[in-house]
T-cell receptor, first 113, second 115 residues
């Protein structure tokens, strides 16, 4: 589980705050992902960075903004969030090849008040 | 479009009994199938995957899964359940012609093993 790390593990923020989630992978992978996990719903893929190309789910609101400065680091910048954005945010990484598996970090539990 | 169905939100089983967590899928072409487990306050951990070959796949912690192409199923099984197996289990699928990024997850099944 130490292959993909996420900080912070827990975050409470108001709707007017700006915060960032950080993910780092130590597996030498070239693709990284942000997922949103809400109770009793399938994991929702938010963003993918692969070989410096960004792919996003068009349903993700603009108040979520990803940044991938290199293949080992991924950020999710948050601003003016809504209470319904409260969820577990999971980062994952993989090699962007056909047979490869995604590996997940422990997640950041976000509560928006 | 690809999809995964986990028909049971909750599965309860007594310790020592065999367990099954069900998964069916829909995908274009040949599937790559995955099982992940999530313990409380943790991320998803990879358990096993089917890529090709033997329909019975063995994974971590004594779990196995059987790929059934005709029934488009990939049920997770374990011969003897442990209390420590209690967790949330996710099935996932993608097309063999796709990339690692194109993974679709089911909504999860909460497994509770009773002592």
């Amino acid at each position: 589980e130490t292959g993909v790390t996420q900080t912070p593990r827990h975050l409470v923020m108001g709707m007017t705050n700006k915060k960032s989630l950080k993910c780092e992978q130590h597996l030498g992978h070239n693709a990284m992902y942000w997922y949103k996990q809400s109770a009793k719903k399938p994991l929702e893929l938010m963003f993918v960075y692969s070989l410096e190309e960004r792919v996003e789910n068009n349903s993700v609101p603009s108040r979520f903004s990803p940044e991938c400065p290199n293949s080992s680091h991924l950020f999710l910048h948050l601003h003016t969030l809504q209470p319904e954005d409260s969820a577990l945010y999971l980062c994952a990484s993989s090699q962007d090849r056909v047979r490869e598996t995604q590996y997940f970090g422990p997640g950041t539990r976000l509560l928006v008040l | 479009a690809q999809s995964v169905a986990q028909p049971e939100d909750q599965v309860n089983v007594a310790e020592g009994n065999p367990l099954t967590v069900k998964c069916t899928y829909s995908v274009s072409g040949n599937p790559y199938l995955f099982w992940y487990v999530q313990y409380p306050n943790r991320g998803l951990q990879f358990l096993l995957k089917y890529i090709t070959g033997d329909n019975l796949v063995k994974g971590s912690y004594g779990f196995e899964a059987e790929f059934n192409k005709s029934q488009t199923s990939f049920h997770l099984k374990k011969p003897s359940a442990l209390v420590s197996d209690s967790a949330l289990y996710f099935c996932a699928v993608r097309s063999a012609s796709g990339s690692a990024r194109q993974l679709t997850f089911g909504s999860g099944t909460q497994l509770t093993v009773l002592p």
